[in-house]
């Protein structure tokens, strides 16, 4: 199907409506900007979840250098200390400036910010908006100003198929809209996709964020970067219900335990305790789930019956689950949550290829290395967007009509990989189950199916795990236990990991003929 061409005068492009995209938007005001969302605005986008907050240091104990070194520990020798620094001195300022828009914030009762404590953080530093509902909140008041700002043309059920590019920059951008497939001529485009959640079964993502951004990213030669560090968020409640409602770190920076069926603690002796990073966590949960064990979150003796007002979301999903949090611990397990690794960009959020900038989750900035800091994801969303539209502003407008080629309209689907990607690039990954994973993505993924693009995410996922032969931070390989002193962060592109997939698939055949 060839794509019926819209005429937009070159306005610049943002795939994506979450808080990145949204305030990309805004910080680009007055320019004209076209805003691209796959489903109504606020219906399945990972920023809406978001529970815990936004880190910055606010407290009058408490440093950008405190922050730093915090973020600098969880990156686990990965992060780019440089941005990690930028964003950290951002963090504060860029507060200030989403209050002015009119994010309400909790405050204590002399007007003061309330500021939470999370894991692996020195000081309390989270601020946060209705309990535990910051994600929500934060997300209506910015879409309540972008619906305000005259510049901002959202294109609602629109999603992104290809990036077109020609000389080695974006000319362009074609997605189906309703049933129709549309091209939009540009040379600028901002990817504020979010994350991968949606290809693992358990997850506390939308099921539809399988790494959209990173596919349309890959296909058109972007470099991306760390796409093995897959956080998995210690304490999701473990119900049917997908996605899974999270479990906020905050319960835990209350005072909560991890404790097994039999009341026992077993976290105790780990430093850091319940508050250690999130993969040694998981880890410990994980092991436990193992071993045959049940896992609970119990939090009667901290909060009790103050747990309804300090988490009400939390409260809500456990009671509709038939948990009363305040009398009875809570059931949980990790599940995949963010995504440290995504497309390779520099201080100003641009990517290897001319014209395309990435901001938030779908982003691979440095600064979150091998373990990303909680609540650091909004906080690095919120301070790179201005960087991202200050960049986009001061390129040339410049567009062509590009030569746009026949389109397959298929939605991504990733349900069909599902399994495969949860069995190998879990919380404990070993080379045979990477290799037998890419054995089994590698023709999907290059398949013209819904499954496509998904199972390309994943097949660069694996590609990637399989070439770190080290455990650092969130990515753990049972075969290869070391920190590898050495190791650095990682780069991969389409075309080297299909070229890795391919020699990998040879080499198993190979040895299955001996």
């Known amino acids: 199907m060839t794509p019926a061409i819209h005429d937009i005068r070159g306005a610049p492009v943002i795939v994506g409506a979450g808080i990145a995209g949204l305030l990309t938007a805004l910080h680009l005001a007055p320019e004209p900007v076209i805003l691209?969302?796959?489903?109504?605005?606020?219906?399945?986008?990972?920023?809406?979840?978001?529970?815990?907050?936004?880190?910055?240091?606010?407290?009058?104990?408490?440093?950008?250098?405190?922050?730093?070194?915090?973020?600098?520990?969880?990156?686990?020798g990965i992060c780019d200390e440089a941005i990690v620094r930028r964003v950290v001195e951002a963090a504060p300022n860029a507060i200030d400036h989403l209050i002015r828009l009119g994010a309400p914030f909790d405050r204590a009762l002399d007007g003061k910010l309330r500021l939470g404590l999370e894991a692996a953080h020195s000081r309390r530093r989270i601020v946060h908006a209705a309990g535990d509902a910051t994600g929500r909140e934060l997300f209506g008041a910015l879409l309540a100003v972008a619906r305000r700002t005259r510049s901002i043309t959202?294109?609602?059920?629109?999603?992104?198929?290809?990036?077109?590019?020609?000389?080695?920059?974006?000319?362009?951008?074609?997605?189906?809209?309703?049933?129709?497939?549309?091209?939009?001529?540009?040379?600028?485009?901002?990817?504020?996709?979010?994350?991968?959640?949606?290809?693992?079964?358990?997850?506390?993502n939308p099921l539809s964020s399988f790494g959209h951004g990173l596919a349309l990213a890959a296909c058109a030669g972007a470099e991306l970067a760390d796409l093995e560090f897959v956080q998995f968020h210690p304490t999701a409640l473990d119900t049917s219900r997908r996605?899974?409602?999270?479990?906020?770190?905050?319960?835990?920076?209350?005072?909560?335990?991890?404790?097994?069926?039999?009341?026992?603690?077993?976290?105790?002796?780990?430093?850091?305790?319940?508050?250690?990073?999130?993969?040694?966590?998981?880890?410990a949960i994980s092991a436990q789930l193992a071993s045959g064990h049940r896992v609970y979150l119990d939090a009667r003796q901290c909060l009790g019956q103050k747990f309804t007002k300090r988490f009400p979301a939390i409260d809500a999903a456990c009671k509709q689950a038939g948990i009363d949090a305040a009398v009875e611990p809570i059931p949980v397990r990790p599940a995949a949550h963010y995504h440290m690794g995504g497309v390779a960009v520099d201080a100003e959020g641009r990517s290897s290829v001319g014209g395309l900038w990435a901001c938030g989750e779908v982003a691979c900035t440095g600064l979150h290395g091998a373990n990303r800091l909680a609540s650091?994801?909004?906080?690095?969303?919120?301070?790179?967007?201005?960087?991202?539209?200050?960049?986009?502003?001061?390129?040339?407008?410049?567009?062509?009509?590009?030569?746009?080629?026949?389109?397959?309209?298929?939605?991504?689907?990733?349900?069909?990989?599902?399994?495969?990607?949860?069995n190998a690039l879990g919380i404990v990954r070993d080379g045979k189950a990477l290799r037998d994973a890419v054995a089994n993505l590698l023709p999907i993924a290059v398949s013209?199916?819904?499954?496509?693009?998904?199972?390309?995410?994943?097949?660069?996922?694996?590609?990637?795990?399989?070439?770190?032969?080290?455990?650092?931070?969130?990515?753990?390989?049972?075969?290869?236990?070391?920190?590898?002193?050495?190791?650095?962060?990682?780069?991969?592109?389409?075309?080297?990991?299909?070229?890795?997939?391919?020699?990998?698939?040879?080499?198993?055949?190979e040895r299955s003929s001996w």
């Open 36 to 76: 691209l969302s796959r489903t109504p605005l606020g219906t399945d986008a990972s920023s809406t979840l978001a529970q815990g907050g936004l880190a910055a240091s606010l407290g009058e104990d408490d440093s950008p250098e405190l922050h730093l070194a915090d973020t600098l520990a969880a990156g686990n």
């Open 154 to 204: 959202i294109m609602e059920g629109m999603t992104a198929l290809r990036l077109v590019v020609a000389e080695g920059s974006i000319v362009g951008l074609s997605g189906v809209l309703h049933t129709g497939v549309l091209a939009l001529p540009t040379r600028r485009v901002v990817l504020a996709t979010g994350g991968i959640g949606g290809l693992f079964s358990d997850t506390t």
């Open 243 to 283: 996605p899974m409602p999270l479990v906020s770190e905050a319960v835990r920076g209350e005072g909560a335990v991890l404790v097994d069926e039999h009341g026992q603690r077993f976290l105790a002796d780990t430093p850091g305790a319940e508050l250690a990073p999130r993969d040694v966590v998981a880890r």
């Open 376 to 422: 650091n994801s909004l906080a690095e969303a919120v301070a790179t967007a201005a960087w991202v539209a200050k960049s986009v502003a001061g390129t040339c407008a410049g567009w062509q009509w590009p030569r746009l080629p026949a389109m397959v309209s298929a939605r991504p689907d990733p349900s069909p990989i599902r399994q495969v990607v949860s």
């Open 448 to 509: 013209e199916t819904a499954a496509a693009d998904p199972a390309l995410v994943a097949l660069l996922i694996a590609i990637a795990a399989f070439r770190r032969e080290e455990s650092r931070g969130s990515h753990y390989r049972s075969d290869f236990p070391g920190r590898d002193a050495a190791a650095l962060a990682s780069r991969l592109t389409l075309c080297t990991a299909l070229e890795n997939a391919v020699a990998l698939n040879w080499q198993a055949s």
